[in-house]
């Protein structure tokens, strides 16, 4: 008869699992709960310290940590010398380890669990059980996923011994340990003091291709994601998001989250956002968003910080949209947009949206960069008018709407909005003229450009912008200021009587 050892915290399945494992023939070693809980189903279960001759002992801290355990787990088989050991020692072999680890992911997600009760749930004996197992892995079957069971009761049924499933098994566990220590190390890390950052994500789905059709690409979700994000995202309709589509709604989630006050639409595509509006009507926030770039919504995404209503999706639908993501869909409004099989349709969890987010990490060859995310939110109060002419209250209330967007536009930035409305985004030039063309391009024919700002996301570098705004009836210019060429743009606002304010906060979006 074999041995398997069973000892697991997800005790989901464990019952069927252990009750195959005897009609296989397999003696059932365990500890603990989960002896408990074979028990009550009625099936004979070894106890542990039969096998260790030492009972557990500092509350379960040490229960398996024994060498009749890991002697019969260790031992290779083909050779003589370990089995003349087991022999003297009368130490069984064991054939198969089933372990899943302490829920430590699952206990710091409660943000009131104190530290110690955290490290209570550093599992110690668990990762040495099937680390050993896996080491062994042509001689030991070991399981660390519920979600094996039935494909490892369906090896046992095969009388070849496939090689190859034990070898899948073998690096699970060491995926496995790894993602568990990087939890464990990044919850007691002091950042401030570590040289090292170990990063642990789990496959979500695979991609039908990259951002291009001959990249193959892989959507890899974090360990707990923010309920905040497109990983915890619920999608509802639609097909499969793409590479580019992931990436766009996540820059349009970290956008719709700066308007966290008055029901707003924004609308991205390419990474930036072609149109955002805010209105207390969520219908009418639409509208403004749409006309201000009706052109490049097509084929956008669409984030909303108000469940949809049906007046709103009548007027989605007549477009061609790729994603829309809201907090939730009315029923007619939801019924009405399916009708496009492709269209996705998406919800996510908007009560946690202004909570702190983790850094931003971007991949480079040969290592990464690591960065708080741009979380300044622009106080007008704090903004200095460095020009004779001077802003109304409407127009701060309109440079604050712009600081908001600007944020998530590639530099160069340039943006032309009014309080409530972008009208022009001139993103992603190599000189911030180019920018301040297109954006005053894009806005300057709109019914409400009169009542419009423009705002830069850094510095002019000389007086071009100034002038070139002026002359295209901008009247008020908003910059952070800091260029050694300030005093230019200053000489140039006031020569054509625009009121220039500088925010003092750079926004770059590279």
Known sequence: MRRALLSVSDKTGI?????????????????GGTQTALNAAGIAVTPIEDVTRFPEMLNGRVKTLNPRVFGGILARREDPDHLQTLAEHDITPIDLVCVNLYPFAETISDPEVTLADAVEQIDIGGPSLIRAAAKNYRDILVVCDVADYDQVSLALDTPDDDMRFRKHLAA????????????????????????????TYQRKQALRYGENPQ?????????????????????????????????????ALGLIREFPTQPTVVALKHMNPCGIGSDAILEHAWDKCYVADSMSIFGGIIVLNRPVDLAT?????????????????????YDLLAKKKNLRLMTVDFTTAQAPEADEIISIRGGLLRQERDDVRDDPTNFQTVSHAQPSPEQLTAIAFGLKAIKFVKSNAILVNTSDQTLGVGPGQM????????????????????????????????????????????????????????????????????????????????
Do not use: W
């Open 431 to 510: 000189n911030r003229i180019d920018a301040v063309k297109i954006a005053v391009g894009k806005a300057e024919n709109k019914p409400n450009f009169d009542q419009a700002v423009l705002v830069s996301d850094a510095f002019f570098p000389m007086d071009d912008c100034v002038k070139y705004a002026a002359e295209h009836r901008i009247k008020v210019i908003a910059e952070p200021g800091g260029s050694i060429r300030d005093k230019e743009s200053i000489a140039m606002a006031d020569a054509l009587g625009v009121a220039l304010v500088f925010t003092g906060n750079r926004h770059f979006r590279h």
């Open 172 to 199: 699970k566990v060491f995926h496995h340990t790894a993602h568990y220590d990087a939890v464990i190390a990044n919850y007691l890390t002091d950042e401030a003091k570590s040289d090292t950052l170990t990063l």
């Open 215 to 251: 990249q193959t690409a892989t959507f890899y979700a974090d360990y707990q994601p923010a309920p905040f994000s497109i990983a915890a995202a619920k999608q509802l309709h639609g097909k499969p998001l793409s590479f580019n589509n992931i990436k766009d709604a996540d820059a």
């Open 15 to 31: 019952v069927e699992f252990a009750q195959d494992l005897i009609a296989h023939h397999f003696e059932i070693v365990s500890t």
């Open 313 to 333: 999706a009548t007027k989605m639908h007549q477009l061609f949209l790729e994603i829309i993501i809201a907090p939730g869909f009315d029923d007619d409004a």
